[in-house]
């Protein structure tokens, strides 16, 4: 059964090559590319399941063992963000084709899709940290080619600071692992733990893990180092945003999880103060952007940072629950993150503009689109009884039972903030007087509603039914204070 | 009791069905029966040997979040206040909100409300009560927002939000605080633990926390601004919401969890203080005011201001008349609203300078305003609630001597000075609410419409809420022992039971009765000569400037801030992010001693090699100054063939050929792509830039270098690369180790390294077809 | 000698560093490629320098250079040179669309 662990990443990876093959019939790529989506998830969602029933599953690639060859690991924490990530891709997958241009389908835009999933389940799914680096490339090459897909003025000019940024934050990690390699010999994650764990409190050692740190905390969009974040990401269509709002950003929180829950576990007075400290600066500094601008797209690309600090703020301060809160914070921001992304876009795309100011009264024409807005937003600020709110306790909770108040009391203001910053969008543009349309005005978002409806749905089940994924997000992180489990299933030793 | 949370919620979502029959039947007589049943179901519990009652429902057992609902002498109070006035709210909104509004959302926020009202009251778990509370703010939002075209409406609904959400999620600090030191979720478990809480050095954070909800909830000072402007929603949503129940949720809040701390004196100053500070402050700004329900949203202020000071007293009888006022509050500030939304209703304004001289047109309104009015003003008249409680009060304030603090004893002296003060304002605003409108000359022609009576069933409710007014009135004993007693009894459990008499002799507070009702007049009577006051007073430094000022910067300062550094310059970006990674680095390694050095192991150092490197680092230098594109493309090739040449005398013959090719095609893409771009130019950089980048380039490469000797120079573990050596030749089946590792061992590198590759073709083949393609459009 | 390679590896980082904070593209370009070399420097010399021979096995030979490093440079430089076209060519297409080179002219309008 072991076999099982690799096909998130090959399957996608197949379905990119064929649906590159379809490029010229549109149609067609649409009905494969949902099609397959939906096998992807029914075959991730399986895992899941086996994986929760019988434990890790480890994959040693060629046969090749442990240390030597390149392992795929699926334990909780990955197959979790891995089916995450196909519940999201799916429903990308249904709201493309009505958001997306012909010319943009038609040059690969459904190839460069299943190219960035398999890219995103690999760097999940890797155990290998020079092969995290290879599936960073593979996501980060897929996200280059969707973000300039089109070759809009605006799209050229923003993507290229998004390649250089993170073309050098690559070459930093990947001189991080060298180092790494040079001080422990190995480049497989469970190895490299066991040897750390085995020569601990070495500076040289807390370097390289800070070194790499603030590699992942730049695909992370961490303060302060988020700044090729919130333009870049508005720039291409809405269903690219969303993807990469929802995934590339949240690989570099996993990798900080995982680095740091797996490999340096000590020296945490330093580190994860460190942390802290960077947390509460994101959230403010995160928040203060999504409230500085007029741009509705703009507003949700800034709101990713602070649930970036949410989610930090739990592995700062290390216990269980606080864990568990930035891992159900993860899940949650995930799908959220992506349903606004993927609404928004509806809402520019009926409005005509992206500009609030330019906008009243939608909910006159729009209700729908309004009400499901007015519930993202509460979701998205962790109201009760969302999704948001759960990691939001579980997070509070963690924080005060090791009296870090100064993060909380930053915490609540900013999940203040954040409802106000989508709130916005409602008051000033759905809110106001009815105005009449001209009849070449009338856009109709069917085809949108769908995708957003299942995403939000989802949100709101995730926090009512709470009880039925709570023991299992609760179980991930006691694994997570545990690394020798890691590194046994790996090692077998 | 689930049912009666449940309820409203189910009902609601059948709401929009029923309201496609609106032209029909209004919808809101389907609504009526909801509060309706919920209310008899729960009247059978008032009683003498009433006992608490507790019903649990799994929610999530694993975070201890149940819907544990627990209805004590408190819960019943509100419970009934909720369902009783909601009925009565609802019976009148029938005739107020016309069948061409949108009542299918009025009834839907309504019911929502309702519900979570419910939940506050009933929850003993404190995440489920933080989940409701939550949810009133969001109903309240909504109904406020109702006529959302109107502006005033649209800022009034945020204001109310961002002030309770605000207190919300404050509330939700102090709860949580709570859960983290008592171990427990449930109310009830954590009084009974009051001795871990008082004891924790968390204690103050807690309360402030906590108080901090109440406060913004039941519209404090100062957070009291948003209820004036939460008026613009329709007066059955003002006298629901605004008055009898959500703004006394903060004073449930407070009495839940006076059990906890009222043996801590701050408890006893924050909360008197504020209340008392609220009671004046708002009956003194509603003389001011010119609408009518402007005045009646400042005089609920003061109100609750009045009723928060007892619950902060925490005295026997201070709790008894805090309950007692809560139920009598209900009932005449409900009929007043009721009144005022009858007056705008059938003479089209609320604008009391307009108004005056309606006694004739409507009588019976104007009686019911006379009862809510003389009632409220606390005039002593045997049939009136308002003037027990009020006398309680001022009883109350005259009992406080268990302060320790010099501050607390300050304090317990000025109080009973304060609370005549305070009542005094509101004797005056009351007169001017009655004889403002039904007395005075008449002025129809400043009126839209012609008044008139308004119709019977819109009488129906107010009507009701004053013969409550007049029954306890006549007699305030009928509701004391079987009801307000257990309510009394859930915040201080040393109480037992309170006699209400009308006349116990010319005792002090009915002397501060006199005192207020004399002054009261003559505050009333003199009003126009000393309203310049106001001017002083709070003149511009209201707080309400310092709201706007402050949503105001929530939109410039953001701006303002974030352009500052999100310039949209690459450079300005590297820098940052470069300067945060070094510093950040550097700082650990210091702190941690990261940096050793060992030449113990080193290879030795060859003429060759050393020319190889100073060619490398002189082409490497000159890329910097050259100004020419084919020469800084050849200097760069010079740079590559330099270090593969490197390759080769480290011993990496397939790196060096690999790097070889891929130089060629790199210097001829270069070239390809280039050769149409301007030319180099010099660069026009300032000296500081210059400089400040000559620092960033070092000291990232010093950083790089100094982690790469550290980490060179460490030697805990052999390499797994001896396996590598071992193994390629026998299991993997070749000879050159580094192309074994390549397609077998790491296999799966190789193979996603093509798809980088194969990804970046698709691509470039997408960027440049693309263009053509538009190009030929 | 790994020290001094070392110290040109930094260097070579400084320099490219130094490249990509200038206006110009193809300056700044010129730096990524210099700053994968720095890279492939520093991993080449964590696996140690001139100890044996090259990787390819004989028979008369015991003692071998560290292979995994030369494996892992070896798929770095095939995805840099993947990330370095792609990067000409967005570059090209950049400077032909916004009508400059200049990143300074590349800023776009402060949130909008």
């Known amino acids: 059964m072991s076999n099982l662990a690799i096909l998130p990443i090959i399957l996608p990876l197949f379905a990119a090559i064929i649906v590159a093959f379809t490029n010229k019939k549109v149609p067609v790529s649409r009905t494969l590319t949902k099609s397959l989506s939906i096998v992807n998830l029914g075959v991730t969602a399986f895992i899941c399941w086996y994986v929760f029933a019988n434990g890790t599953i480890v994959l040693e690639t060629g046969s090749w063992k442990a240390p030597y060859g390149i392992t795929i690991v699926a334990d909780s924490l990955s197959i979790v963000l891995v089916l995450t990530t196909n519940i999201l891709a799916t429903a990308c997958a249904f709201y493309a084709p009505h958001s997306l241009p012909l010319s943009k389908e038609k040059h690969y835009f459904y190839a460069f899709f299943f190219f960035l999933i398999a890219g995103v389940s690999g760097a999940f799914l890797t155990g290998d940290l020079f092969n995290l680096f290879v599936f960073y490339e593979v996501l980060l090459m897929a996200s280059y080619a969707l973000i300039v897909l089109g070759g809009e003025r605006i799209q050229l000019r923003e993507s290229i600071k998004y390649v250089l940024i993170n073309l050098f934050s690559s070459i930093l990690f990947v001189t991080a692992v060298a180092f790494l390699y040079g001080a422990v010999g190995t480049v497989n994650m469970a190895q490299i733990a066991e040897r750390v764990h085995g020569v601990e409190q070495q500076g040289i050692l807390t370097t390289i893990a800070i070194l790499l740190f603030f590699v992942f905390a730049t695909k992370a969009a961490l303060f302060p180092l988020y700044y090729w974040l919130p333009k870049s990401y508005i720039v291409p269509n809405p269903v690219i945003s969303a993807l990469f709002g929802a995934l590339l950003t949240k690989v570099g929180v996993y990798s900080i999880i995982r680095v740091f829950t797996l490999i340096f576990t000590y020296n945490t007075d330093i580190t994860h103060q460190l942390f802290i400290w960077m947390a509460g600066l994101t959230m403010i500094f995160g928040i203060l952007g999504a409230l500085s601008t007029n741009n509705i797209k703009l507003i949700i690309a800034y709101n990713i940072i602070p649930a970036i600090g949410f989610i930090m703020m739990g592995i700062g301060v290390f216990n269980e629950d606080a864990l568990s809160g930035s891992i159900y914070y993860l899940v949650h921001d995930m799908i959220i993150k992506t349903a606004l992304f993927l609404l928004v876009g509806a809402i520019a795309y009926v409005a005509g503009t992206s500009d609030l100011r330019k906008m009243n009264g939608l909910i006159n024409h729009y209700p729908l689109l309004g009400w499901l807005l007015f519930l993202a937003a509460f979701v998205l600020a962790g109201i009760p009884p969302f999704s948001g709110f759960i990691g939001k306790v579980l997070l509070l909770k963690g924080a005060l039972a090791e009296g870090e108040i100064g993060i909380v009391i930053i915490g609540l203001l900013t999940s203040l903030l954040i409802l106000y910053s989508v709130l916005k969008i409602f008051i000033r543009g759905f809110w106001g007087e009815k105005q009449e349309l001209k009849p070449t005005e009338k856009r109709s978002p069917k085809g949108f509603i769908g995708p957003v409806a299942f995403l939000l749905t989802l949100s709101v089940l995730l926090g009512l039914g709470a009880e039925f994924i709570y023991p299992s997000i609760d179980s991930i992180a006691t694994y997570l204070l545990n690394p020798e489990n890691y590194i046994h299933s790996v090692l077998k030793e | 009791m689930i049912f009666a949370v449940l309820l409203p919620l189910l009902f609601a979502c059948f709401i929009p069905f029923l309201s496609r029959f609106k032209d029909k039947v209004h919808t809101g007589i389907f609504t009526f029966f909801i509060p309706f049943i919920i209310f008899i179901y729960f009247i059978r519990f008032i009683g003498n040997s009433f006992e608490p009652i507790r019903h649990t429902y799994r929610w999530i057992p694993s975070l201890n979040i149940n819907f544990d609902f627990y209805l004590d002498g408190l819960s019943l109070l509100f419970v009934l206040l909720i369902s009783g006035i909601g009925a009565l709210v609802v019976l009148y909104s029938i005739y107020y909100l016309s069948k061409s509004e949108r009542l299918g959302h009025f009834y839907v926020f309504l019911l929502m409300f309702m519900a979570a009202m419910l939940g506050v009251v009933l929850s003993d778990n404190v995440f489920v009560l933080y989940t409701f509370w939550e949810l009133t703010s969001i109903s309240s939002f909504l109904l406020i927002g109702y006529w959302h075209f109107k502006e005033r409406s649209r800022y009034g609904a945020q204001k109310s939000l961002l002030l309770t959400v605000f207190g919300g999620l404050s509330m939700f600090g102090g709860l949580t605080l709570l859960t983290v030191i008592t171990g427990t979720t449930s109310i009830q478990a954590m009084i009974s633990q009051s001795d871990v809480i008082l004891q924790s050095n968390y204690l103050p954070l807690i309360l402030i926390f906590i108080l901090l909800g109440a406060f913004t909830k039941s519209a404090q000072f100062p957070f009291h601004i948003w209820l004036p402007d939460a008026m613009e929603a329709p007066t059955p949503v003002s006298a629901y919401l605004h008055s009898a129940t959500m703004v006394k949720a903060g004073l449930f809040l407070v009495a839940r969890f006076s059990p906890i701390f009222s043996s801590y004196e701050w408890f006893f100053i924050i909360v008197s203080l504020v209340g008392i500070v609220t009671l004046c402050w708002g009956s003194y700004m509603a003389v001011r005011q010119t609408d009518l329900k402007a005045i009646l949203a400042f005089s609920t202020i003061s109100q609750l201001g009045m009723i928060m000071a007892m619950l902060g007293f925490g005295t026997k009888i201070a709790v008894f008349a805090a309950v007692f006022h809560i139920l009598n509050h209900a009932t005449f500030k409900g009929s007043l609203f009721m009144v005022a939304g009858i007056v705008d209703h059938e003479t089209g304004t609320r604008d009391i300078r307009k108004l005056g001289g309606l006694l004739t047109f409507m009588p019976m309104t104007a009686t019911l305003a006379l009862f809510g009015t003389f009632s409220m003003a606390g005039i002593p008249l045997p049939f009136l609630n308002g003037f027990y409680s009020k006398e309680l009060f001022f009883e109350s304030t005259l009992n406080l001597s268990n302060a320790t603090s010099t501050f607390a004893n300050g304090l317990v002296t000025i109080i009973p000075y304060l609370a005549v003060f305070g009542s005094i304002f509101t004797f005056a605003y009351s007169m001017y609410f009655l004889f403002g409108v039904f007395a005075g000359p008449k002025q129809l022609d400043q009126l839209p419409k012609k008044p008139h009576e308004a119709p019977l069933g819109m009488l129906i409710s107010p009507i009701v809420l004053v013969l409550g007014v007049i029954l306890i009135g006549i007699m305030p004993n009928s509701v004391n022992g079987s009801f307000l007693a257990h309510a009394a009894h859930s915040i201080n459990s040393q109480f037992q039971s309170q006699s209400v008499a009308f006349w116990h002799g010319l005792s002090t507070p009915f002397i501060m009765s006199l005192i207020v009702i004399g002054v009261g007049t003559l505050i009333y009577v003199t009003r126009d000569k000393w309203a310049n006051i106001y001017q002083l007073i709070p003149g511009t430094r209201s707080v309400n400037n310092i709201y706007n000022k402050g949503v105001s910067g929530m939109d410039t300062f953001p701006h303002k801030l974030t352009n500052t550094y999100m310039s949209g310059s690459l450079k300005h970006y590297m820098t940052y992010i470069i300067l945060a990674i070094v510093i950040g680095t550097s700082t650990i390694m210091f702190l941690t001693n990261g940096f050793s050095i060992n030449f113990s192991d080193l290879a030795d150092i060859t003429i060759i090699e050393m020319v190889v490197v100073l060619v490398i680092l002189i082409g490497a230098v000159a890329t910097i100054f050259a100004n020419n594109n084919l020469a800084i493309i050849l200097i760069t090739g010079i740079v590559g063939y330099g270090v593969s040449i490197l390759f080769v005398i480290y011993r990496a013959p397939d790196l060096a050929l690999t790097q070889l090719v891929i130089e060629t095609v790199s210097v001829a893409l270069f070239l390809l792509c280039f050769y149409h771009l301007p030319q180099l130019r010099k660069r026009d950089e300032k000296l500081g830039s210059k400089t400040l980048n000559v620092i960033i380039a070092i000291s990232i490469g010093s950083l790089m270098t100094l982690i790469g000797i550290s980490a060179h120079s460490t030697n805990w573990y052999e390499s797994i690369s001896e396996y590598f050596i071992e193994k390629s030749l026998p299991v993997g089946g070749g000879k050159n180790i580094v192309n074994v590792i390549l397609v077998d061992m790491r296999g799966l590198d190789t193979l996603f390294e093509i798809t980088v590759l194969g990804i970046a073709g698709l691509a470039i083949f997408s960027l440049i077809k693309l263009r053509k393609n538009k190009e030929a459009e | ?112």
């Open chain 3, 1 to 112: 000698m790994e020290i001094i390679i070392l110290i040109l590896s930094g260097a070579l980082i400084s320099i490219a560093v130094y490249n990509l904070l200038q206006k110009q593209l193809l300056r700044i370009i010129i730096g990524t490629v210099l700053i994968s070399h720095g890279a492939h420097l520093f991993i080449l010399t964590m696996g140690k320098l001139k100890r044996g021979q090259p990787p390819v096995l004989k028979e008369t030979v015991t003692s071998y250079t560290d292979p995994l490093p030369q494996a892992l440079i070896l798929t770095s430089i095939v995805i840099s040179f993947g990330i370095t076209s792609l990067l000409l060519v967005l570059s090209y297409r950049t400077a032909n669309e916004n009508k400059t080179d200049n990143m300074d002219q590349l800023r776009g309008k402060s949130n909008e």
